[in-house]
């Protein structure tokens, strides 16, 4: 397994060529075939001994070669000085100096990404938990179809649907329109949601960009918690004097927090890294760490800092997310 | 019932684990021609590469809304050449991002002809990515207006020949601004607050801002001489003056009316203002940029006669005279008002348009970038990058 881990790390992370390269195919075939072969000779017993590795093979091979062979060499990268600007062969050197520059130069659209991600988590469940809770309980016949139209926005692609926010926000768009027909934009400018009279290219344009991509990711985990939920044990909690509340705070609402955790962590952290939204709503104050990633990678040609911008990226998500986990209380979603 | 759930489900366990093995049998006779596969793929470019001798074929990868519907067409059919013609161009220097993984090993990109513009042409050609042009086989190139041959980076026109020029100045929607703009320092009025764009191509947007503070741009050497503009830009961006930086996508918001007022390619503005009467451009009175998009023959192709066949054909005025019928631009070819005339209708209402053929009063505030130092341009573009943000 581990050899057959390696080898494609190898191959993918470009470290043998030519013969060597398939040098390691060969090795890598032969452990296949001896333990399709050991398995092949082998009894009953060899064979179930054998069968969690015979399943891992595929996902090993594959993450090997598209996931940690790449990382390895964005890992490389990241340590690697330029010696010219269009160098594009950057030689590795150890050079931490990226990493200080990732933190020294992205600060604020480090922070901005992590705002903008919670503050879309938090609307999302707030929208979603609601919508979650009435198609599971009261969906009754119509419940795969409500299902369903939670899932229609997929059926679009991912940028059509953020570009038509455009329209439904430009200046002269309809939603600016009743606004100000219904006179209340002193109210929206005063809780930062409008800006001079605009509602495009406004941090509130990003998060609500955010919050409509992501919402189907929190609803739909959700959705899968709460249906598990035998009502019986509502009515229990009602013949014992609960209150329809507190049987939802003390019965339905911690049995669904799986959900809500994996809700959260399918929202929270790719809208992190998205790019997209503040792409297309934002404005040059609300840039998230995408959209440097992006442009240091593909404007500014700049790999070494690219890379190691995205480490950091991924180091604070995966603290982030233990944090959340840790607060959470593993137990309690098991 | 548990005990018959268990049965059964151990059986088929046993029964897929068997069609398991010999399926990961297969994968394994998969691994083994990788190799070969490989070995095809690297066979299969090389050969790629060797066909190019027998039928004709072109292959053109320029900006977008760059050429009428009939051109493409009419060359075909005018030399029998296979064409192909993509719009894939949309940025310097995302452009260069995407083909640079390429070239710098070596390696052919898709296409025989780009057109990068003036100063990323220079780039190209400095980091042989560009093959020397054919120049017998393009007698047409003598209808070439003299002020766009020989820059001091290619000065016999060895690597490069002009595709379309244009100008960088001021747009604005008056029914977002209720009244008329002249001058650069409109962008900066505060009336506009977050409704004012910028281009992302900084030779362009820079430019404006160091002519609009009375600087020649024929001065601009080092990074020290713009540093004012520079802290100009970036304090109207922080001010939230500035709504967004754009590539060519800023015609939507300025049609809309997202855009009160952006720095704009004049082609794009006759465009626009056919169907918009609100539209308008101008070269503000402190100066606009003067640019040119050239056309490069890139490393890698082999493709040579039709590369020569197609510039030899499009500096024909009549058929640059279409091209710019549709596009707006300013035609790098002489002649091309009088083919405008002859076809009458639309087209020679264009001979009349100062958007595309400007008066000489807006000529004359014309400025054009020099080259900057490697060095220079690097701290250029590094600061232009923070200030956009991204």
């Known amino acids: 397994m581990l050899i057959l881990a390696a080898g494609a790390i190898a191959l993918g992370a470009g470290w043998v060529s030519g013969a060597a390269a398939i040098a390691v195919l060969v090795i890598m075939f032969t452990s296949v075939v001896s333990i399709v072969w050991t398995a092949f000779v082998g009894g009953l017993e060899t064979r179930r001994a054998l069968a969690p590795y015979g399943l891992l093979k595929p996902g090993i091979i594959w993450l090997s070669l598209f996931f940690l062979a790449p990382l390895w060499s964005m890992l490389e990268m990241s340590l690697s000085t330029k010696k010219s600007r269009f160098d594009f062969f950057p030689s590795f050197s150890w050079h931490w100096g990226n990493y200080a520059t990732a933190l020294t130069d992205f600060g604020p659209q480090f922070g901005r990404s992590f705002f903008y991600a919670a503050t879309a988590t938090v609307l999302t469940l707030l929208i979603g938990y609601p919508l979650a809770y009435v198609i599971a309980f009261r969906g009754g016949k119509f419940k795969s179809v409500l299902l369903g139209l939670v899932a229609v926005p997929f059926f679009t692609s991912y940028l059509i649907r953020t570009l038509a926010w455009q329209n439904l926000l430009a200046d002269e768009g309809p939603i600016v329109g009743i606004i100000n027909k219904l006179g209340v934009e002193r109210v929206f400018e005063f809780l930062h949601i409008m800006d ?19 919402l189907p990711f929190m609803i739909l985990p959700i959705f899968v918690s709460l249906e598990k939920i035998d009502v019986r044990l ?43 939204n503040a792409q297309f709503l934002g404005s040059p104050q609300t840039t998230m760490i995408g959209n440097s990633i992006q442009d240091q990678f593909l404007r500014q040609l700049n790999y070494p800092v690219a890379t190691a911008m995205s480490f950091v990226l991924m180091a604070v998500i995966t603290v982030s997310v233990l944090v959340y986990a840790k607060f959470m209380g593993t137990e309690e979603l098991m | 019932m548990e005990n018959n759930n268990n049965v059964s489900s151990s059986r088929g366990a046993r029964y897929s684990r068997r069609e398991f093995l010999i399926r990961s049998g297969l994968v394994g006779a998969g691994a083994l021609s990788l190799p070969a596969l490989l070995a095809a793929c690297g066979g299969g470019s090389s050969g790629g590469a060797a066909s190019g001798g027998g039928a004709k074929e072109l292959y053109f990868e320029n900006w977008p809304g760059y050429i009428d519907t009939e051109t493409v067409k009419a060359f075909e059919t005018a030399t029998g050449i296979k064409f192909k013609y993509t719009e894939a161009f949309n940025d310097n220097n995302e452009y260069f991002a995407k083909v640079q993984p390429l070239l710098a090993k070596g390696q052919k990109i898709g296409p025989d002809i780009v057109a990068p513009t003036f100063w990323m042409a220079d780039r190209f050609i400095q980091l042989g990515w560009a093959q020397k042009l054919d120049k017998a086989a393009i007698p047409n190139a003598k209808n070439l207006r003299d002020d766009l041959l020989a820059p001091s980076w290619d000065p016999k026109n060895e690597y490069q020949l002009p595709w379309q020029t244009g100008v960088a100045g001021i747009a604005y929607n008056k029914k977002a601004t209720g009244k008329d703009l002249k001058s650069v320092e409109d962008l900066f009025d505060p009336a506009f607050k977050g409704k004012v764009g910028m281009l992302t191509e900084m030779r362009d947007t820079l430019g404006l801002v160091l002519m609009g503070m009375g600087k020649k741009l024929s001065d601009i050497k080092t990074y020290d001489d713009a540093v004012a503009a520079f802290d100009k830009i970036e304090k109207a961006k922080s001010d939230g003056q500035i709504r967004a930086f754009t590539g060519n996508d800023y015609m939507d918001d300025l049609n809309t009316g997202n855009f009160a007022a952006c720095v704009a390619w004049s082609g794009d503005v006759m465009q626009i203002a056919k169907d918009n009467p609100d539209v308008h451009f101008v070269v503000p009175e402190e100066g606009g940029t003067s640019w040119y998009d050239t056309m490069l023959w890139v490393a890698g192709s082999e493709n040579k006669d039709s590369v020569s066949a197609w510039m030899n054909y499009i500096y024909d005025p009549v058929n640059a005279a279409r091209i710019t019928a549709f596009t707006g631009y300013f035609s790098p070819v002489k002649g091309v008002r009088e083919e405008l005339v002859k076809m009458g209708g639309e087209a020679a209402a264009l001979a009349d348009n100062p958007l595309v053929f400007p008066d000489s009063n807006s000529v004359s505030r014309l400025q054009t970038w020099g080259s900057l130092a490697e060095a220079e341009e690097a701290k250029f573009d590094e600061r232009f990058a923070s200030i956009t943000g991204a």
């Open chain 1, 196 to 214: 001079n009279g605009r509602l495009m290219n406004t941090p509130a344009a990003v998060i609500g960009g955010l919050t409509y991509n992501f």
């Open chain 1, 234 to 276: 509502v009515d229990a909690a009602m013949d014992l004097y609960s209150t329809a509340t507190g049987a939802f705070r003390k019965v339905v609402l911690p049995m669904s927090l799986p959900g809500v955790f994996a809700g959260s962590l399918l929202v929270f952290i790719p809208a992190a890294g998205d790019f997209v």
